[in-house]
């Protein structure tokens, strides 16, 4: 695999570090990948677009799911997983995530995180869609992710690694041979370092979270750009399964209008009980699956968004007045200061929800190690797709995914520096190119992009809804592109700019890979293909971009996720 040569429009970098490994992210993933490095004595430089505690990981409410509890077992675990991936998880994946997934939550424990116990003394677990056993820890009722924030955090800190924050990742650097030589980022405000430069390491390590903000409703923070999976395109990674962006059924509804991070109103708090009904009080769930409330994500969504459609509102509501106040304020006390925060207080009223932007099931294809098609760059968490979730994530599996595949990146990057005199030094990165190869977007064309995905690429999709939004995207990306080739211009370059060109390429992948996905399944869901097509469609959509700006869209023969270091002609 080859770079595009495509690089951001960015000054050249003004300072540089040199060490073993460099991970891109500070949320679950990135730092437990951090962590191992260090303590496998890997000179190791974290790098975050905000603050080490800003990322995804710190808003997940819900828990992490592992088969700890009395009768459940990774199999169970695993035949979870594989009922919500709808045909395309890729089970010895699947695998490796449940049975190497207790052990790295009870590390995870040992690390310093403190998740909620019973009476007895016990993990207190609960359910969450999909699942058939309580099997979900959880941490301060509904702020799991906050609380393994804080203890990988304070681990990291305690270590005394060297951490760049405020910095936003640019493009991977490449030596002659084509290998991973670093990263340049530009580092936004105060601190050791200011403006762009780089950090040279054999080893790059991406866990940079999602691209919820492409759309114009979303759970995820503002700094989810799609970063990661934009960098690996233009460094000539492949990414898979982008067209399955997982809506969160029951995200607290603002208005119409609302934009950016919407409050999410957890999964647990199905999981315990509460009902999801329309205006009149009736429960549309039940009887469209065995599980009701409980049904894996997409079914939900789907059962909220067509009982809209059917009455003509804009909301469902989620109705758990029932819990009373002492279990809300114990067990959800983060859902209910948001809640009540807005003007809603579930105790005495149902809280009104709808599906919202939430959870990439696909991104950077890797194999069971991370490794993606260029060599020496790794990808885990949200921004990778290593076939464990399909076409929709199961609740509460990206936290352990973070942390299982984090860990076994570390393994072969250890393993690989015992046995491959490349991976001992530091390498020579090519020249940074004088003239830019990529145009930057104005910042405005952010929202553009945004109303174009949601309007196109939302919930419901059709051709006319894609082939609507590939134009508006084709023509956003054409005049960029014009006004670079013919006088050289682009927008100035700088944070906004990066994050909307990110948003376009990211945007113009996904709406590439749903339009050529003929079929619904999992989290895609073709109005004009409402069923679910094996024979056909049983196979991955495989995404690089072409060294002249184009996209290159290839479909596997079959279900399985191809070798990472084979090279794909289009089809």
């Not at 980022?185 to 492409?214: I, K, R, S």
């Not at 969504?301 to 304020?329: C, N, S, T």
Request: glycine share 10%; hydrophobic share 40%; aromatic share 4%.
């Amino acid at each position: 695999m080859t770079s595009t040569g495509i690089r951001l429009h960015a000054p050249a970098p003004g300072w540089n570090i040199d060490a073993d490994v460099v991970v891109v992210g500070s949320g679950v993933a990135g730092l437990t990948a951090a962590l191992r490095c260090d303590a496998a004595g890997l000179k190791t430089v974290v790098v975050t677009k905000a603050r080490l505690d800003d990322g995804s990981t710190r808003w997940a409410q819900g828990g992490i799911a592992a088969a700890l509890g009395e009768g459940d077992t990774p199999e169970q675990h695993l035949d979870d997983t594989l009922v919500a991936g709808a045909g395309l998880c890729d089970e010895e994946a699947v695998r490796i995530l449940v049975t190497e997934g207790p052990d790295a939550v009870r590390r995870l424990i040992a690390t310093g995180a403190h998740f909620d116990e019973s009476e007895e003394g016990g993990l207190e677990l609960t359910r969450e869609g999909g699942h058939h056993r309580r099997r979900i820890a959880h941490a301060g009722g509904d702020a799991t992710g906050a609380e393994i924030s804080r203890a990988l955090v304070e681990a990291v800190r305690a270590r005394g690694m060297r951490t760049v924050e405020n910095a936003l990742v640019l493009d991977l650097l490449t030596d002659g041979d084509g290998r991973t030589a670093g990263v340049t980022l530009h580092v936004m405000g105060e601190g050791q370092h200011d403006g762009v430069g780089a950090v040279h390491a054999p080893a790059v390590v991406l866990a940079t979270g999602g691209m919820g903000q492409v759309f114009s409703a979303t759970t995820n923070p503002s700094v989810s750009t799609g970063d990661g999976v934009a960098l690996a395109l233009r460094a000539g990674a492949e990414v898979s399964d982008l067209e399955f962006v997982q809506f969160h059924p029951t995200v607290l509804f603002l208005g119409a209008d609302a934009e950016g991070q919407q409050p999410l109103v957890s999964e647990a708090v199905r999981g315990e009980g509460a009902h999801l009904v329309d205006a009149d009080g009736a429960r549309f769930m039940v009887g469209q699956h065995e599980l009701a409330e409980l049904a894996p994500r997409d079914i939900v969504a789907k059962g909220i968004m067509r009982r809209m459609q059917e009455q003509d509102v804009e909301h469902m509501f989620l109705d758990a007045r029932h819990f009373g106040a002492p279990m809300w304020e114990h067990r959800f006390p983060t859902i209910l200061a948001a809640c009540r925060a807005h003007g809603i207080d579930p105790v005495t009223e149902p809280v009104p929800v709808a599906p919202a932007a939430h959870y990439a099931s696909g991104g950077v294809r890797t194999d069971s190690h991370g490794r993606t098609t260029v060599p020496g760059l790794y990808a885990c968490g949200e921004v990778a797709c290593t076939g464990v979730h399909g076409a929709n994530r199961l609740a509460s599996n990206s936290l352990l995914e973070g942390l299982v595949y984090a860990e076994r990146i570390v393994t072969d990057i250890a393993a690989s520096r015992a046995g491959d005199a490349l991976h001992t030094r530091v390498p020579a990165p090519v020249e940074h190119p004088e003239r830019p190869a990529h145009p930057l977007l104005a910042p405005e064309a952010r929202f553009a992009i945004q109303r174009v995905m949601t309007d196109g690429a939302g919930v419901l999709r059709s051709a006319r809804s894609l082939e609507k939004a590939a134009d508006q995207l084709q023509r956003l990306h054409s005049e960029a592109r014009e006004a670079l080739d013919e006088n050289g211009k682009t927008a100035e370059p700088g944070v906004d700019t990066w994050e909307a060109t990110n948003l376009l390429c990211v945007a113009r992948v996904l709406v590439a890979a749903a339009r050529q996905r003929e079929e619904t399944r999992g989290c895609h869901w073709r109005e004009d293909h409402a069923d679910r097509d094996d024979a056909n469609w049983r196979r991955h959509i495989v995404v690089r971009l072409n060294p002249d700006r184009t996209l290159a869209v290839h479909t596997t023969d079959t279900a399985d996720f191809p070798p990472t270091r084979q090279h794909h002609q289009e089809q």
